[in-house]
């Protein structure tokens, strides 16, 4: 079992970039795949990025298109999300999910494990 709390999310003006972090409770090193989805106001939970422990990732269009960028540190036990070019559009809540052993993907039902979110509001 793991937990995992995200921080880094605030209010960015468009063009603005933030940082998001997730801390994990334990080691994730093992972890075979870390991933971040986001919930914008009134739709679904929708794919952002993720990575493999081989270190491979893989991005949504609108990441892409955005800048968006993945990390994972296992030595600090955690997986960052680096957002540049921020847009209105971008706001949403960012949750932070886990699949220990999974092959993983890009649909939430990858993931076994979630954390709470973090607000990431981008006015324009």
């Known amino acids: 079992q793991v937990q995992l709390v995200e921080s880094g999310g605030g209010l960015v003006q468009a063009g603005g970039s933030l940082r998001l972090s997730c801390a994990a409770s334990?080691?994730?090193?093992?972890?075979?795949?870390m991933g971040w989805f986001r919930q914008p106001p009134g739709k679904e939970r929708e794919f952002v990025a993720a990575m493999w422990k081989s270190g491979s990732s893989t991005y949504s269009a609108v990441a892409l298109k955005g800048g968006f960028t993945i990390s994972r540190d296992n030595a600090k036990n955690t997986v960052d999300l680096q957002m540049n070019s921020l847009k209105p559009e971008d706001t949403a809540v960012y949750f932070c999910?886990?699949?220990?052993?999974?092959?993983?993907?890009?649909?939430?039902?990858?993931?076994?494990?979630w954390g709470q979110g973090t607000q990431v509001t981008v006015s324009s």
């Open positions: 334990r080691s994730i090193f093992s972890i075979n795949v």
């Open positions: 999910a886990a699949a220990p052993l999974r092959v993983g993907g890009t649909r939430t039902y990858d993931y076994d494990y």
